[in-house]
């Protein structure tokens, strides 16, 4: 089974408008992370907002914001005010268990483009 | 955020040749270090973890003995791609994990490779 999934291939989104992208994960470990990541046209993966499993409220990062349903397994993106600078790939990835050393598994990603 | 450096950016080679790519965490230690492989359209996939004075833990599938991989110290890791072929041909991209304790790979820019 896939351990990160994003069904959202590719989402429209108009500018100044907020956007939500779906990300869904599997895991029996009980301490795990959950990322998001940017990555532009250029390649670079650019990390946007962190969710720890224990975390009590959804992580913010300035027009990012982590919808986080730990029962549904769920970790959504929620950007606000979408920039033409927005538009790239994201990506949803998950560390299990507590070591911060241990390996990320990524989603397959949903490109977003912003409109004008 | 951490600075991890990754060279060279692009680097056209023959088929049959070895080519050997640089990431370097510039700000920070980093014990690991991951090597990812990015085909077009498609999600990041784990090559190898790459620990300071220990041997790789490469990935099912990831041959050991065509990528190399070195970590010297513990601000340098090294992919050598030996005797290249055109199916190598791809995006390779490296991290390292943060100090946050957190969990969060900062990512090199990555390296283009392209095998004539």
């Known amino acids: 089974a896939q351990k990160i999934t994003q069904t959202q291939p590719g989402m429209f989104v108009q500018e100044k408008e907020a956007v939500t992208l779906d990300c869904t994960y599997d895991?029996?470990?009980?301490?795990?992370?959950l990322f998001w990541y940017k990555q532009p046209s250029s390649g670079e993966m650019i990390f946007l907002i962190y969710?720890?499993?224990?975390?009590?409220q959804n992580a913010t990062e300035g027009r990012y914001s982590l919808n986080f349903q730990k029962a549904r397994k769920s970790a959504n993106l929620v950007i606000s005010a979408s920039q033409l600078g927005d538009s790239a790939m994201y990506f949803c990835?998950?560390?299990?268990?507590?070591?911060?050393?241990?390996?990320?598994?990524f989603g397959g990603g949903t490109r977003l483009m912003v409109k004008p | 955020g951490a600075v991890v450096s990754q060279h060279p950016s692009r680097v056209i080679c023959k088929s049959g040749t070895s080519v050997k790519i640089e990431c370097r965490s510039l700000?920070?230690?980093?014990?690991?270090m991951f090597w990812y492989r990015q085909f077009p359209k498609q999600s990041l996939m784990l090559m190898a973890t790459?620990?300071?004075?220990?041997?790789?833990?490469?990935e099912q599938g990831v041959e050991k003995d065509k990528f190399l991989i070195n970590h010297a110290s513990l601000t340098l890791s090294t992919l050598t791609v030996t005797s290249a072929h055109p199916e190598d041909s791809s995006f390779y991209i490296c991290?390292?994990?943060?100090?946050?304790?957190?969990?969060?790979?900062?990512f090199g820019p990555g390296t283009r490779l392209t095998v004539l």
């Open positions: 991290s390292a994990g943060g100090t946050s304790g957190r969990g969060e790979q900062f």
């Open positions: 895991t029996s470990d009980p301490s795990y992370g």
């Open positions: 969710q720890g499993s224990y975390d009590q």
């Open positions: 990835a998950m560390r299990e268990g507590n070591n911060a050393g241990n390996m990320l598994t």
């Open positions: 700000d920070f230690q980093a014990t690991t």
């Open positions: 790459s620990n300071e004075g220990s041997k790789a833990t490469y």
